[in-house]
């Protein structure tokens, strides 16, 4: 038995996943730490702020609307904010905070009640190594969530705002915070400290969270900044611009196979994580409890998309599950609806919600592991240790998400999202290919079994063509014992009686017996092989009859064209044909005293011709009485499926004419013979 070859289709996939799995893994660990990238000698680097110093005011909604209205007016001008939107000018109002800065979720205030409002001054000093100042100055944070963010720089007029994050607001706790400082305002600061204040309104006793900061040179954060964007934007956008197209590649499979819900449920899952991730494409909401029910539509589709996730899994399973799927939808209907908008005064329904995505993906996870640990299908291991690692990935968003850890770690689900894509196309692609291999098995063994059977067909084919030429042999040997029995046969004891008795001369002995032999030639002469040619037949004909035509006087003259094969033309035939001109020479011989006869044959449309013409007495059709032999050579013409014709006038000679069809569908099944008028 031939090895294997480790090179196989499935064997560079089951490797390229596993490359592409690792090489997921290590960038997103390398991209998840925040540590300063150390820069090549001679070059200015980025400083990243773990300390700020903290002042908190606290504010009405009204003053909240006059601060941004505030910013809104400025725009960029110069000049300074108002002094009562300022940062606090007290020293003593600044106490030193350490980076990030996160408050942890609590229960939402009600409805009904009065909110109050803080403003989050935190105050950074930036003074680059050694005094070289760069180019650009830019500001970087990982994570930033809050209200809409500001950023002041301290002038000599005041507080100058040079960042307004109004139109982003609701992008930015999954947004990195980045601005370019004014090279105006960098070149005023040279021969001092930047001072610059990030403005963050929260809700009191809200959840919040002010990661560390980077300050430094443009061209040294701006890489920095762009990671974390293609990291935390790009990949989710790209996922489910990708999730889309498979979707609408599997619903078009399933509208052909209806008898496969797999690719309807993959289809639906796409859908869903199109939903989930629905604030990476379009802007949010500008009212808050508009915002509310799209952040509730988001996660609760997370639910469902896990849903549909674990139904398409256990596709690849050998048994059903119908209890453990209803249970599960059943489940999730319920926590879609207990985390609802409406019941936000009780508890977070965001918080809510991702723990029930973490219920519903710990008792699948497992549900799963343990169908794979008993099927022991390779395929369904890989998803199964996808959805591991997808979980452990969820429950880290779950942490970072409600503040408790990891406050400036990425959301690493759209990445588990590629992980799990990833092990179902491998394992669609494992089933596809054992599904080829088994077509290719079957194949193979059809074929042998279709070998088997046509060997076993020949040897039957060739014991039914043996016995179908012992039955053909048998037939004519039949045949000729029947022809010499009736012709030969007779003639011969019908002068050997006639000897005898003494009633025959010597002469009609001889004449009789002349015609015995010539007759046992014909039929040797019939049965050589001709290949349904005519004219060789007629050939062989003139050979042994051209020296007693010519003992007899006569002159043969032969106008003999090409005539086309006729197929049907076999030995019985063949000594029909030849009988019937035999028997015509010699009726020229013995009776027309004619000195010349001319065999002519043409082809004439579908059928061909054979002339007997001689220049003999001739006889009157109308007077002549029909014989036995005219009658014979009637039915031998009938038997070919032809026609005999005979024209004769006193002194005039006489001419028979036999017409044959070239093609003959059902030899002697009609009678197509002429009455000749004898």
Same mark, same amino acid.
């Given at each position: 038995?031939?090895?294997?070859?480790?090179?196989?289709?499935?064997?560079?996939?089951?490797? @390229?996943?596993?490359?592409?799995?690792?090489?997921?893994?290590?960038?997103?660990?390398?991209?998840?730490?925040?540590?300063?990238?150390?820069?090549?000698?001679?070059?200015?680097?980025?400083?990243?702020?773990?300390?700020? &110093?903290?002042?908190?005011?606290?504010?009405?909604?009204?003053?909240?609307?006059?601060?941004?209205? @505030?910013?809104?007016?400025?725009?960029?001008?110069?000049?300074?904010? %108002?002094?009562?939107?300022?940062?606090?000018?007290?020293?003593?109002?600044?106490?030193?905070?350490?980076?990030?800065?996160?408050?942890?979720?609590?229960?939402?205030?009600?409805?009904?009640?009065?909110?109050?409002?803080?403003?989050?001054?935190?105050? #950074?000093?930036?003074? %680059?190594?050694?005094?070289?100042?760069?180019?650009?100055?830019?500001?970087?944070? %990982?994570?930033?969530?809050?209200?809409?963010?500001?950023?002041?720089?301290?002038?000599?007029?005041?507080?100058?705002?040079?960042?307004?994050?109004?139109? =982003?607001?609701?992008?930015?706790?999954?947004?990195?915070?980045?601005?370019?400082?004014?090279?105006?305002?960098?070149?005023?600061?040279?021969?001092?400290?930047?001072?610059?204040?990030?403005?963050?309104?929260?809700?009191?006793?809200?959840?919040?969270?002010?990661?560390?900061?980077?300050?430094?040179?443009?061209?040294?954060?701006?890489?920095?900044?762009?990671?974390?964007?293609?990291?935390?934007?790009?990949?989710?956008?790209?996922?489910?611009?990708?999730?889309?197209?498979?979707?609408?590649?599997?619903?078009?499979?399933?509208?052909?196979?209806?008898?496969?819900?797999?690719?309807?449920? +993959?289809?639906? /899952? !796409?859908?869903?994580?199109?939903?989930?991730?629905?604030?990476?494409?379009?802007?949010?909401?500008?009212?808050?409890? =508009?915002?509310?029910?799209?952040?509730?539509?988001?996660?609760?589709?997370?639910?469902?998309?896990?849903?549909?996730?674990?139904?398409?899994?256990?596709?690849?399973?050998?048994?059903?599950?119908?209890?453990?799927?209803?249970?599960?939808?059943?489940? *999730?209907?319920?926590? !879609?609806? /207990?985390?609802?908008?409406?019941?936000?005064?009780? +508890?977070?329904?965001?918080?809510?919600?991702?723990?029930?995505?973490?219920?519903?993906?710990?008792?699948?996870?497992?549900?799963?592991?343990?169908?794979?640990?008993? &099927?022991?299908?390779?395929?369904?291991?890989?998803?199964?240790?996808?959805?591991?690692?997808?979980?452990?990935?969820?429950?880290?968003?779950?942490?970072?998400?409600?503040?408790?850890?990891?406050? &400036?770690?990425?959301?690493?689900?759209?990445? /588990?999202?590629?992980?799990?894509?990833?092990? #179902?196309? +491998? @394992?669609?692609?494992?089933?596809?290919?054992?599904?080829?291999?088994?077509?290719?098995?079957?194949?193979?063994?059809?074929?042998?079994?279709?070998?088997?059977?046509?060997?076993?067909?020949?040897?039957?084919?060739?014991?039914?063509?043996?016995?179908?030429?012992?039955? /053909?042999?048998?037939?004519?040997?039949?045949?000729?014992?029947?022809?010499?029995?009736?012709?030969?046969?007779?003639?011969?004891?019908?002068?050997?009686?006639?000897?005898?008795?003494?009633?025959?001369?010597?002469?009609?002995? *001889?004449?009789?017996?002349?015609?015995?032999?010539?007759?046992?030639?014909?039929?040797?002469? !019939?049965?050589?092989?001709?290949?349904?040619?005519?004219? !060789?037949?007629?050939?062989?004909?003139?050979?042994?009859?051209?020296?007693?035509?010519?003992?007899?006087?006569?002159?043969?003259?032969?106008?003999?064209?090409?005539?086309?094969?006729?197929?049907?033309?076999?030995?019985?035939?063949?000594?029909?044909?030849?009988?019937?001109?035999?028997?015509?020479?010699?009726?020229?011989?013995?009776?027309?005293?004619?000195?010349?006869?001319?065999?002519?044959?043409?082809?004439?449309?579908?059928?061909?011709?054979?002339?007997?013409?001689?220049?003999?007495?001739? +006889?009157?059709?109308?007077?002549?009485?029909?014989?036995?032999?005219?009658?014979?050579?009637?039915?031998?013409?009938?038997?070919?499926? =032809?026609?005999?014709? *005979?024209?004769?006038?006193?002194?005039?000679?006489?001419?028979?004419?036999?017409?044959?069809?070239?093609?003959? &569908?059902?030899?002697?099944?009609?009678?197509?013979?002429?009455?000749?008028?004898?």
């Amino acid at each position: 038995m031939p090895l294997r070859s480790s090179w196989t289709p499935a064997a560079l996939l089951r490797r @390229a996943v596993c490359l592409c799995l690792g090489w997921l893994l290590g960038l997103v660990s390398a991209h998840a730490q925040l540590g300063p990238t150390p820069p090549p000698a001679g070059q200015l680097a980025g400083h990243q702020m773990v300390q700020a &110093e903290l002042a908190v005011s606290r504010w009405s909604r009204d003053d909240l609307n006059e601060w941004w209205a @505030a910013l809104r007016a400025m725009d960029g001008s110069p000049g300074s904010l %108002p002094a009562d939107l300022q940062p606090p000018a007290d020293p003593a109002t600044w106490k030193p905070v350490k980076l990030p800065d996160v408050r942890n979720r609590e229960v939402a205030a009600r409805y009904g009640e009065e909110r109050q409002y803080q403003m989050r001054w935190y105050r #950074f000093r930036y003074e %680059p190594a050694q005094g070289l100042w760069p180019t650009s100055v830019a500001l970087y944070m %990982p994570r930033l969530r809050g209200m809409a963010a500001a950023v002041l720089v301290h002038t000599d007029e005041g507080w100058r705002p040079v960042f307004d994050n109004q139109s =982003g607001a609701r992008e930015q706790w999954v947004r990195p915070l980045w601005v370019v400082f004014p090279a105006a305002l960098t070149e005023l600061n040279k021969a001092q400290t930047l001072e610059v204040v990030l403005a963050v309104p929260v809700l009191e006793d809200s959840f919040y969270s002010v990661s560390t900061a980077w300050m430094g040179p443009r061209e040294d954060l701006e890489p920095r900044f762009q990671r974390r964007w293609a990291l935390q934007i790009g990949v989710p956008q790209a996922t489910g611009l990708t999730l889309v197209v498979l979707g609408l590649f599997a619903i078009s499979l399933w509208i052909k196979r209806r008898d496969e819900p797999a690719y309807l449920l +993959f289809a639906l /899952a !796409s859908v869903g994580w199109l939903l989930r991730n629905l604030h990476y494409h379009i802007d949010l909401p500008r009212t808050r409890l =508009g915002l509310e029910w799209f952040w509730w539509v988001t996660h609760a589709a997370m639910a469902w998309v896990m849903v549909l996730t674990f139904l398409f899994v256990l596709r690849f399973c050998r048994r059903c599950y119908p209890r453990f799927e209803a249970a599960l939808g059943v489940f *999730v209907l319920l926590s !879609s609806a /207990a985390t609802l908008p409406l019941w936000s005064h009780l +508890f977070d329904g965001l918080v809510a919600q991702h723990a029930v995505n973490a219920v519903v993906g710990a008792v699948c996870t497992g549900f799963v592991c343990v169908v794979a640990f008993k &099927e022991r299908r390779y395929g369904l291991r890989l998803i199964a240790l996808s959805l591991v690692l997808s979980l452990v990935l969820g429950l880290h968003d779950l942490v970072v998400l409600a503040g408790w850890a990891w406050h &400036e770690d990425l959301y690493l689900m759209p990445f /588990a999202t590629l992980m799990i894509v990833a092990s #179902f196309l +491998f @394992a669609v692609q494992n089933r596809y290919v054992g599904a080829v291999y088994e077509v290719a098995l079957l194949n193979e063994n059809l074929a042998q079994r279709l070998d088997a059977q046509s060997r076993e067909l020949q040897l039957q084919h060739d014991k039914l063509r043996e016995a179908e030429r012992q039955q /053909a042999l048998l037939l004519e040997r039949q045949r000729l014992m029947q022809d010499m029995h009736d012709g030969l046969g007779s003639s011969l004891l019908s002068a050997m009686v006639a000897v005898e008795q003494g009633s025959m001369e010597q002469d009609r002995v *001889v004449e009789v017996l002349r015609e015995c032999v010539d007759d046992l030639r014909l039929v040797i002469d !019939s049965l050589e092989p001709i290949g349904h040619d005519l004219v !060789s037949l007629l050939a062989t004909m003139r050979y042994r009859l051209g020296k007693r035509l010519q003992a007899g006087g006569l002159t043969l003259e032969w106008d003999v064209q090409d005539l086309p094969m006729l197929d049907w033309l076999e030995p019985p035939d063949a000594l029909h044909v030849l009988r019937l001109m035999q028997e015509a020479l010699t009726n020229v011989l013995k009776h027309a005293r004619a000195r010349r006869v001319r065999l002519v044959t043409r082809h004439q449309g579908g059928q061909v011709e054979i002339r007997v013409e001689d220049d003999g007495d001739g +006889f009157d059709l109308a007077t002549a009485q029909r014989g036995r032999g005219l009658k014979s050579q009637q039915r031998r013409a009938q038997r070919l499926g =032809g026609k005999l014709r *005979v024209d004769s006038s006193p002194g005039q000679g006489t001419r028979l004419s036999l017409r044959l069809p070239v093609v003959r &569908e059902e030899p002697g099944a009609e009678p197509l013979g002429q009455q000749a008028h004898g």
